[in-house]
């Protein structure tokens, strides 16, 4: 193990000049307005005080810009892991009180070291395994899960705590008499606010100036009644030291979901990363990527931070906003810490109802229709997919929500490995080198006694069966028994599927044919040596063209039946 792959900041810190710095400060200042706002936001929406929110925009940012691997990824609290602290927390503790604070920290801690061991292991691999759509799905049934949470804070309608989703609506349905006007102008007013700054002046912090506007309002409907309730003043402090609890009753009780918020997090951080380094044209290292993030959520908890991860919106206004390298993200949290000294005390006059606005245009802006139109409209497996992880996410817990989204993106990824394609070849006459064809793409003849098949996926124990299948129908059905495998798309063959391979041979073999394989790649060439499945099937089974291939297996057919058949496929029967 080497310097950079301990302190992987030694790569890109090489890199920063004068002109970095100053571009990255711009981007930083700019990533700090934003990130203002969407903290007290995402702090409310965990249930924690609104200053925890600030706390981890401050802390992750840091370590996950040192320890990772992209150039602009931006970490911090974002609403997906809020509400599923939220959801899951609130099963243990009431939201705010210390205790739930204590157990928001312990669940990040647990969230950070499963991220941390990921990233050691090198499983960075998995997340390729999972479908985007996942999150997508999830996303999308956690912003109308957010918009209920705030509903009762806009009407000023009583909601018990722990009401279901559905339960929720039917209570507001039931009491809709009771809304509080005064609270849905001011929760209106700032969503509105904030809308049209955002249309007509999009580099004005609009989250920022929706939330001034509604309290101004909230301070002249003072005036007229004692309803409207207020955030509260922020401290004015950096983030203080905190210690998780590490009771064994605890981190038992914990564990399941913190694997929940870990996996959730790494999936959310390398696609945002992805999606930011495609345009900026950055290599990723997934592995990197979840050792930084495990990294900034494990000292967060020492630092009154609750789990983050990567936050699209700010990751892409990072990297819009000319950011050059992770130094960006490291001024965002640095001027953020400034302006929670100077301006922390103004949230006394912030109500409720223009957090619940803000909120509201956060849970809209989480829901990705255009995504979700493509995955409806292309593919019935991610559709699938995209509606069991949104209904999930409605109605169970949110954590099994994520599991059963990632165990259906595996089932399908899985189903689709375990059945390759395995198509027909044949001879095409009329090309210059005798090409093998897909006879589904031209219908060409075929030898009665020799089928040639290409396998255009790895053969390994989940694939074997259908493979197994496919010869079986041959061998039986079309009467051939020698069959030669066309191998350039396999790309490795597992123990399992090799022994398969020897017991097809051997009973093909009692039948006076065989298995034959041409273009074997060399990787795979090397397993099939080291393994004894060369040497169990017969080396003169393995061929390096097909000219070689067809001209051996020629002469293993009746010369009698070759006098009578017209088909004339190969060369040789001229």
Not at 405 to 425: R, Y
Not at 455 to 466: K, L, R, V
Request: glycine share 6%; with cysteine.
């Amino acid at each position: 193990m080497n310097l950079l792959s301990i302190f992987p900041f030694l790569k890109w810190f090489r890199f920063v000049t004068k002109e970095t710095l100053k571009a990255d400060l711009m981007a930083g200042l700019t990533g700090a307005v934003i990130v203002l706002p969407q903290g007290v936001a995402f702090a409310t929406i965990a249930g924690l005080p609104p200053q925890y929110g600030l706390y981890t925009a401050m802390v992750t940012p840091i370590i996950a810009a040192l320890f990772g691997s992209s150039y602009h990824l931006v970490s911090g609290p974002t609403t997906a892991i809020s509400i599923v602290i939220f959801s899951t927390i609130s099963n243990h503790a009431v939201p705010g009180t210390p205790e739930f604070i204590s157990l928001a920290l312990t669940l990040t801690f647990l969230a950070g070291v499963y991220q941390f061991a990921f990233g050691i292991g090198r499983l960075g691999s998995l997340v390729n395994f999972v479908s985007h759509t996942v999150v997508i799905g999830f996303t999308a049934g956690a912003a109308i899960l957010i918009a209920t949470s705030q509903i009762k804070h806009i009407t000023g309608i009583a909601i018990p705590k722990g009401e279901s989703f559905l339960h929720t609506w039917v209570d507001i349905y039931q009491h809709i008499e009771l809304i509080n006007p005064y609270l849905m102008t001011i929760a209106l007013v700032t969503l509105v606010t904030a809308l049209v700054i955002k249309k007509y002046f999009p580099k004005i912090p609009n989250l920022l100036i929706g939330m001034i506007v509604g309290a101004v309002l909230a301070m002249y409907f003072k005036q007229s009644t004692d309803t409207i309730k207020l955030v509260g003043e922020i401290p004015s402090q950096l983030p203080p030291i905190s210690t998780p609890n590490f009771s064994w009753e605890i981190i038992k009780d914990l564990a399941p979901e913190g694997f929940a918020v870990a996996l959730l997090g790494l999936i959310e951080a390398v696609s945002i990363s992805r999606a930011v380094a495609n345009k900026s044209n950055q290599r990723i290292d997934a592995n990197q990527e979840f050792i930084g993030q495990g990294l900034s959520n494990m000292v967060g908890s020492f630092f009154s931070s609750y789990a983050g991860s990567g936050s699209f919106t700010r990751s892409g206004i990072n990297y819009e906003a000319g950011a050059k390298t992770p130094m960006s993200a490291i001024f965002a949290a640095i001027i953020l810490m400034c302006i929670v000294l100077l301006i922390a005390p103004l949230t006394a006059y912030l109500p409720v109802a223009a957090m619940g606005g803000v909120i509201l245009l956060v849970a809209y802006n989480l829901v990705d229709f255009h995504h979700i139109k493509q995955v409806l409209l292309m593919s019935k497996s991610e559709t699938a997919i995209l509606l069991t992880t949104f209904f999930a996410t409605l109605f169970l817990e949110l954590e099994f929500a994520i599991y059963l989204g990632v165990i259906l993106s595996l089932v399908f990824f899985l189903a689709k490995t375990s059945t390759p394609h395995i198509p027909t070849l044949s001879v095409d006459l009329a090309t210059e080198h005798r090409k093998l064809v897909n006879i589904d793409k031209k219908p060409l003849k075929q030898c009665p006694k020799i089928k040639i098949i290409r396998i255009d996926m790895s053969i390994y124990f989940g694939s074997i069966n259908f493979i197994q299948n496919r010869i079986a129908r041959i061998v039986d059905n079309e009467r051939i028994n020698h069959i030669l495998i066309v191998s350039s798309g396999i790309n490795f063959i597992d123990l399992a599927g090799a022994e398969a391979l020897v017991i097809e041979n051997r009973r093909m073999h009692k039948k006076g044919g065989g298995l034959y394989f041409v273009g074997l790649k060399s990787s795979v060439y090397e397993f099939a040596a080291k393994s004894c499945f060369i040497q169990n099937i017969g080396a003169d089974h393995f061929f390096d063209s097909k000219k070689e291939a067809i001209s051996s297996l020629y002469k293993k057919i009746d010369a009698d039946y070759c006098h009578q058949c017209n088909a004339l496929v190969f060369k040789e029967c001229e």
